[in-house]
């Protein structure tokens, strides 16, 4: 008796860590889009559109000396906070058990 007991705990244990381990659940993270450019009167504009962008914005970047390809790029990469990055970085704390996980820029 004692051992159809044993053996029902052992079969109860491995179906629940198959079903805990199972990975047919995952959610299929959201491509999200550029956002769109505006135009300083409040409108939207073209991406490629330089003059797409609000007079301060585009004052930066004429200061910075940066190319319409390279606003369109910033834009693309840019992950707003509290949206999900897909790139992390897992850093360990040494011996104070400490594990430190940080959204990389992508």
Known sequence: MRRLTYMTMIVILLAAIV?????????????????????????????????????????????????????????MTYTPSGKWDEYLSFMSGGHSGNLIVVGVPS
């Open 19 to 75: 079903a805990a381990c199972g990975g047919g659940d995952e959610e299929e993270p959201t491509p999200t889009s550029p956002p769109a450019a505006v135009s300083a009167e409040g409108g939207a504009a073209a991406v490629g559109d330089p003059g797409g962008l609000p007079a301060a914005a585009m004052q930066i970047a004429q200061e910075r000396g940066l190319t319409p390809d390279d606003i369109r790029a910033a834009m």
